[in-house]
């Protein structure tokens, strides 16, 4: 496993682990499911950036706003599509065939 490949492996257990801490804890208490960061993104964003389906569809379940764009002017949906694109990319680079996963599919459907 390359450098690059151990980096993006960490940076989506700690993606994963915020969005546990936001949906299991920070919910119950009654946060908003719509704050943003610095850049406009919600957990709902960031949940469909990284094609995680339980997320989005918990999210969107306590009121999550699927029309809300981040800075870039991208929405949630958008950004679902952008990982495909990406994937695709890296699918051909590697020289292997692109296959959509499941949990990307969902993220797709739920915020159409």
Do not use: W
């Not at 960490?10 to 208490?29: C, D, G």
């Not at 292997?96 to 159409?112: A, D, H, S």
């Amino acid at each position: 496993m390359n450098t690059y490949m151990i980096l993006i492996y960490i940076i989506s257990i700690t993606i994963a682990t915020i969005l546990y801490l936001i949906l299991y804890y920070m919910l119950p208490l009654g946060a908003s499911v719509n704050f943003t960061d610095p850049e406009g993104r919600t957990p709902l964003i960031v949940a469909a950036a990284v094609g995680n389906a339980h997320a989005v569809r918990t999210l969107i379940q306590h009121g999550a706003d699927i029309t809300h764009k981040d800075c870039t002017g991208k929405s949630a949906f958008q950004h679902t599509e952008k990982l495909i694109k990406y994937q695709k990319a890296c699918c051909k680079k590697m020289r292997i065939p692109f296959i959509l996963k499941n949990n990307v599919q969902m993220c797709m459907q739920l915020l159409r």
